[in-house]
């Protein structure tokens, strides 16, 4: 049976209501918001690939798997880096440019996550690799409400409750703004540019107020309108590798400042 394409708001009524209820049968447990005439699906009625990942998602709201194998297979080496965040950075190596080829650096990114979901994993996928930084980027996905409603404060203390883990564990930590947008192209309800801004002025004084490193990834590829400047993105949220291009040497110089601080 060919697949429905159904909206990212149907797909979170969907998880919240039906799924995590009965991942294999589709049933009517509420009401259906207002506006929304169709029949509520089972699984089968989804293409594979969107089967499988809100399955997934029903019963793995981290996706703790992701990484589990990888994590294990990685041996003890000094100066390991983790670079911690979503698609930003699971993608900075599928991008048409390397991830700093050389360097003993890890990335444990996963496109579409949300604080809530990095903090759930933040052992797993960061404190059990023992690295002497973690680059944390993280905050998007809350603004654009990709698991539900969210605020800036259940963003913000989130990546406090990372950042003070990764200090109990001796980790250094360098924490990078989030990037300008002025639009999500899958909510485009949401309009990001300044709720991000707000997002990077708590993070720089935060930062700022606990000895911690911040990368300004933001100055560099915004716009006047709060967006990605020409050139750095095709959609207005991820990098091109040109914006890639222009992050590295600011991830880098952030790691070296972070490396001269005591864990």
Same mark, same amino acid.
């Given at each position: $049976?060919?697949?429905?394409?159904?909206?990212?708001?149907?797909?979170?009524?969907?998880?919240?209501? !039906?799924?995590?209820?009965?991942?294999?049968?589709?049933?009517?447990?509420?009401?259906?918001?207002?506006?929304?005439?169709?029949?509520?699906?089972?699984?089968?009625?989804?293409?594979?690939?969107?089967?499988?990942?809100?399955?997934?998602?029903?019963?793995?709201?981290?996706?703790?798997?992701?990484?589990?194998?990888?994590?294990?297979?990685?041996?003890?080496?000094?100066?390991?880096?983790?670079?911690?965040?979503?698609?930003?950075?699971?993608?900075?190596?599928?991008?048409?440019?390397?991830?700093?080829?050389?360097?003993?650096?890890?990335?444990?990114?996963?496109?579409?996550?949300?604080?809530?979901?990095?903090?759930?994993?933040?052992?797993?996928?960061?404190?059990?690799?023992?690295?002497? !930084?973690?680059?944390?980027?993280?905050?998007?996905?809350?603004?654009?409400?990709?698991?539900?409603?969210?605020?800036?404060?259940?963003?913000?203390?989130?990546?406090?409750?990372?950042?003070?883990?990764?200090?109990?564990?001796?980790?250094?930590? !360098?924490?990078?703004?989030?990037?300008?947008?002025?639009?999500?192209?899958?909510?485009?309800?949401?309009?990001?540019?300044?709720?991000?801004?707000?997002?990077?002025?708590?993070?720089?004084?935060?930062?700022?107020?606990?000895?911690?490193?911040?990368?300004?990834?933001?100055?560099?590829?915004?716009?006047?309108?709060?967006?990605?400047?020409?050139?750095?993105?095709?959609?207005?949220?991820?990098?091109?590798?040109?914006?890639?291009?222009? $992050?590295?040497?600011?991830?880098?110089?952030?790691?070296?400042?972070?490396?001269?601080?005591?864990?």
């Amino acid at each position: $049976m060919e697949g429905v394409d159904y909206t990212q708001d149907q797909i979170r009524y969907l998880l919240k209501h !039906v799924w995590f209820l009965d991942p294999e049968v589709g049933r009517d447990v509420k009401p259906l918001p207002a506006g929304w005439n169709w029949t509520i699906p089972t699984t089968g009625e989804l293409t594979v690939n969107q089967a499988n990942g809100y399955k997934r998602l029903s019963y793995d709201i981290a996706q703790l798997e992701r990484y589990r194998h990888e994590n294990e297979r990685l041996t003890e080496q000094k100066n390991r880096v983790v670079f911690y965040g979503d698609s930003i950075t699971d993608a900075w190596d599928r991008k048409g440019t390397e991830f700093f080829p050389g360097k003993n650096y890890v990335n444990r990114g996963i496109s579409g996550q949300t604080t809530a979901q990095m903090l759930i994993r933040f052992r797993q996928d960061v404190i059990d690799l023992h690295p002497a !930084v973690v680059v944390i980027l993280a905050g998007t996905n809350d603004i654009a409400g990709n698991l539900g409603p969210s605020s800036l404060k259940m963003a913000a203390d989130n990546i406090e409750s990372m950042v003070q883990l990764a200090r109990a564990n001796g980790i250094r930590v !360098v924490l990078c703004s989030l990037l300008p947008a002025d639009h999500y192209n899958w909510r485009p309800d949401v309009k990001p540019a300044a709720y991000i801004r707000e997002m990077n002025s708590w993070m720089k004084k935060y930062a700022a107020d606990k000895g911690v490193v911040y990368v300004d990834y933001y100055s560099a590829l915004a716009n006047a309108d709060g967006g990605m400047k020409e050139g750095t993105s095709k959609d207005g949220v991820h990098p091109t590798a040109e914006g890639y291009a222009i $992050m590295a040497p600011l991830a880098e110089a952030g790691i070296t400042a972070a490396m001269k601080k005591k864990p």
